[in-house]
């Protein structure tokens, strides 16, 4: 059963750097096939696709272009994970991230979602 | 990329067909077979219910239909259940390898 485990702190302080893991069980974040992606929902903008990486024979990752410059989402193969970092965060960031999969990764769509981790920024 | 446009909420009685829209533009739903729909419960995931504008997952009942015409794409659940009520989000391929989500529709079961 494939599984996706998320970890990482639930508050962060404006300014600082918002860093989450998603263990993968059950499948491989060097899957050929799949992609590995955030996404994060707040009532003020609803669901929000932040970005994902999938590694064929090196690793590539796609970014919301909103994101671009303060996200960086990165494999770790040895540990089977991936991870998010969020960079200068403000209040605007506080949302419920989640990490999910994409089966293929050129269908864009997510059958796999993790619990979710509810971060808010606040100093 | 701006949002996806669905209504608000949408609202049924037991045993009945409620439709969803979701409207986009040319650069994403009109140009891409790449739409999907998920429903979410209070505090729990989204739940994948319809990809590839109209495929279903195994294990998602087939009450759940989806189709789509030019730029808007829908989402039909027949013989509405209690069950059934929750939020529904549609997604969409937008150009240059983004994902734009609509959003939300509540649906109610009266």
């Known amino acids: 059963q494939v599984q996706l485990q998320q970890s990482g702190p639930g508050l962060v302080k404006p300014s600082q750097t918002l860093s989450l893991t998603c263990a993968i069980s059950?499948?491989?974040?060097?899957?050929?096939?799949?992609?590995w992606n955030w996404i994060r929902q707040s009532p003020s903008r609803g669901l929000e696709w932040l970005g994902r990486?999938?590694?064929?024979?090196?690793?590539?990752?796609d970014y919301a272009v909103s994101l671009r410059g303060r996200i960086t989402i990165t494999p770790d193969t040895s540990k089977n994970q991936f991870s998010l970092l969020l960079n200068s965060v403000t209040p605007e960031d506080t949302a419920v991230y989640y990490c999910?999969?994409?089966?293929?990764?050129?269908?864009?769509?997510?059958?796999?979602w993790g619990r979710g981790t509810l971060v808010t920024v606040s100093s | 990329q701006s949002a996806l446009t669905q209504p608000a909420s949408v609202s049924g009685s037991p045993g009945q067909s409620i439709t969803i829209s979701c409207t986009g533009t040319?650069?994403?739903?009109?140009?891409?077979?790449?739409v999907s729909w998920y429903q979410q419960h209070p505090g729990k995931a989204p739940k994948l219910m319809i990809y590839?504008?109209?495929e279903r997952p195994s294990g998602v009942s087939n009450r759940f239909s989806g189709s789509k015409s030019g730029n808007t794409a829908s989402l039909t659940i027949s013989g509405l259940q209690a069950e059934d009520e929750a939020d529904y989000y549609c997604?969409?391929?937008?150009?240059?390898?983004?994902?734009?989500f609509g959003g939300g529709t509540k649906v109610t079961v009266l």
């Open positions: 999910a999969r994409d089966p293929l990764a050129y269908y864009w769509y997510f059958d796999l």
């Open positions: 059950g499948d491989s974040v060097s899957s050929n096939s799949a992609a």
């Open positions: 990486t999938y590694c064929r024979s090196k690793c590539y990752h």
């Open positions: 040319s650069s994403d739903v009109g140009s891409y077979n790449l």
């Open positions: 590839e504008v109209s």
């Open positions: 997604s969409s391929y937008a150009n240059s390898d983004t994902l734009v």
